[in-house]
């Protein structure tokens, strides 16, 4: 019988990159080049296997987990995705792929273990790249065509030059459009716009067949639910079309001071209960925050809080031993600057705050945005970046909220006593969120978002694992069920019960999309199956 030329290619590129991949575990000083035959398909001129090249996505921004790809992917177009995945999908023994740009995640979600990862920041330096368009059509308004590759910061300066931007933001905005829509992309613009998944319009996405589909809610929208929250599980996203408003010039930025927690989270509630898009009393953001002993109440999200005015802030939080900070936002253009200060004083009228515990500042629409990015280049400058980052991201049901600020935050972070970093705490409303989508919130028609954001040394940052792990555990003990946003776990069972009722769904849009189950191998969704 005369040999398959094509499958011995394949054949032996499998036994070499599954071979690159044990030496690499075994030795730091790997220079080989990939064979000839291998060299002969398309895409292979854009795989390094350098160690710098597989050092540079051997870990994230948690830099908890480490581990080795067995090649990096640097694409110069989509087509070598597309090629890539198509190759692995038609031999026997396919390998992982991964796709990263930012590597945002904590706990190696956008790795490949002895795979491959596509590190889609390549795109972004040719000119194959999707790039940024905006247009306009009588059915969607203005929208904008946007790289799956490109950063949130990319997207707002180029829709800011035709005077439009998307609504609904993250906190930092040096995220990856591809990476957000894959787990939903929430701030404090959520309550009222959605979560940045429940502004789409359409898609192109890479399939785990190596199809590069485009989708929408009408056509092949079973894909297109899928992928936006999947958690990168369907396909990696290449392009989106996202929605867009006219842009405010400026904005009206407050923080309020709490003492007491039912206040705190009543007035939350009460604010985002004015949430229609086009209502023009309604507020643009609205976050909540805690202030604790262990934590200055600056941090690097922003340094909001006048010097002058640290020290009577330091003195609340010593008196009640938790102070919770809520922070809101109203935009507005050189049309409403003759009324955006009495409309905010009515929209915050009765508020039950502590007296002379109210700031506030005035700043441009893109600084606000962009509010986080000054502290993280402070960091990088204090050498302060690059550490570990043991986060734990959760949605509370509105109903058990009292609960968990005894039970978590009193009884068991404040006595645990180690320095806190950020705690966001703030609610969002279901009816804004798509439950056709990928994504898993709470059943309850307001949920919290609770987000320990916590920085540590490499020697010490199991303290704050530790309590991560128990904070889950009084929340399993006390039957409140929560739902992990950003979501950690190891085991199969595990994730069945994070999806619930949406599990059986899922599970069968992957055997549909990525039946070889090749994407995103670090989420461990179906690792063990």
């Known amino acids: 019988m005369a040999e398959n030329p094509t499958i011995t290619i394949c054949l032996m590129a499998i036994?070499?990159?599954?071979?690159?991949?044990?030496?690499?575990?075994?030795?730091?000083?790997?220079?080989?080049?990939?064979?000839?035959?291998?060299?002969?398909?398309?895409?292979?001129?854009?795989?390094?296997?350098?160690?710098?090249?597989?050092?540079?996505?051997?870990?994230?921004?948690?830099?908890?987990?480490?581990?080795?790809?067995?090649?990096?992917?640097?694409?110069?177009?989509?087509?070598?995705?597309?090629?890539?995945?198509?190759?692995?999908?038609?031999?026997?023994?396919?390998?992982?792929?991964?796709?990263?740009?930012?590597?945002?995640?904590?706990?190696?979600?956008?790795?490949?273990?002895?795979?491959?990862?596509?590190?889609?920041?390549?795109?972004?330096?040719?000119?194959?790249?999707?790039?940024?368009?905006?247009?306009?059509?009588?059915?969607?308004?203005?929208?904008?065509?946007?790289?799956?590759?490109?950063?949130?910061?990319?997207?707002?300066?180029?829709?800011?030059?035709?005077?439009?931007?998307?609504?609904?933001?993250?906190?930092?905005?040096?995220?990856?459009?591809?990476?957000?829509?894959?787990?939903?992309?929430?701030?404090?613009?959520?309550?009222?716009?959605?979560?940045?998944?429940?502004?789409?319009?359409?898609?192109?996405?890479v399939t785990g067949k190596g199809e590069l589909v485009t989708y929408s809610s009408h056509t092949n929208s079973e894909l297109f639910y899928a992928v936006l929250g999947g958690l990168g599980q369907f396909g990696i996203i290449t392009r989106a079309r996202i929605a867009l408003e006219p842009a405010p010039n400026r904005v009206k930025w407050v923080r309020i001071l709490y003492s007491d927690f039912s206040a705190f989270r009543r007035d939350q509630e009460r604010l985002i209960s004015i949430n229609g898009r086009k209502q023009k009393n309604a507020l643009a953001y609205l976050e909540g925050s805690l202030l604790m002993a262990q934590g200055p109440p600056n941090n690097w999200r922003s340094s909001f809080f006048p010097s002058s005015d640290i020290p009577k802030i330091m003195s609340l939080v010593t008196q009640h031993a938790i102070i919770y900070c809520l922070e809101v936002a109203k935009y507005y253009d050189d049309g409403t600057r003759h009324i955006v200060d009495q409309d905010l004083q009515q929209l915050l009228k009765g508020l039950s705050f502590v007296a002379g515990f109210m700031f506030e500042k005035d700043v441009s629409f893109v600084d606000f945005l962009n509010r986080v990015r000054s502290g993280e280049q402070k960091l990088h400058s204090q050498g302060l970046w690059d550490v570990p980052h043991p986060w734990l991201n959760l949605f509370l049901p509105k109903s058990r909220i009292l609960e968990f600020n005894k039970g978590v935050f009193h009884d068991l972070v404040l006595k645990r006593n180690i320095t806190t970093g950020v705690v966001l705490f703030y609610p969002m409303n279901r009816k804004k969120w798509d439950d056709k989508m990928s994504a898993v919130i709470p059943e309850e028609h307001i949920f919290y978002t609770v987000g320990f954001l916590h920085s540590?040394?490499?020697?010490?940052?199991?303290?704050?694992?530790?309590?991560?792990?128990?904070?889950?555990?009084f929340c399993d003990t006390a039957g409140i069920e929560i739902k992990q946003y950003l979501p950690l776990y190891n085991s199969n069972k595990e994730w069945i019960n994070h999806f619930g009722s949406k599990w059986r769904n899922f599970r069968e849009r992957k055997a549909q999309f990525d039946p070889k189950m090749m994407l995103s191998p670090g989420q461990r969704i179906f690792n063990d199956i």
Not at 462 to 470: L, P, R, S, T, V
């Open 15 to 205: 036994l070499f990159i599954t071979r690159l991949a044990s030496t690499l575990g075994k030795s730091k000083s790997w220079t080989g080049l990939l064979p000839p035959q291998i060299q002969t398909l398309d895409f292979a001129r854009h795989l390094h296997v350098e160690p710098d090249a597989i050092k540079s996505v051997s870990s994230d921004y948690g830099i908890i987990v480490h581990e080795n790809p067995a090649a990096v992917l640097y694409p110069s177009s989509i087509e070598d995705i597309t090629s890539l995945i198509k190759f692995w999908y038609n031999n026997y023994t396919p390998f992982t792929v991964a796709a990263r740009r930012h590597g945002h995640s904590v706990g190696g979600q956008a790795m490949a273990s002895n795979g491959v990862v596509v590190d889609m920041t390549s795109l972004r330096n040719h000119k194959n790249g999707t790039g940024i368009t905006v247009s306009k059509c009588p059915s969607l308004g203005f929208y904008a065509d946007v790289g799956g590759e490109l950063l949130w910061i990319d997207v707002l300066h180029s829709t800011m030059e035709h005077g439009f931007a998307p609504v609904s933001w993250t906190d930092c905005l040096y995220l990856s459009v591809g990476g957000t829509l894959s787990n939903a992309g929430i701030s404090g613009t959520t309550f009222r716009y959605g979560p940045q998944i429940s502004n789409v319009y359409e898609m192109d996405v």
């Open 456 to 473: 540590s040394g490499f020697n010490d940052w199991q303290a704050y694992g530790h309590q991560n792990k128990d904070i889950l555990k």
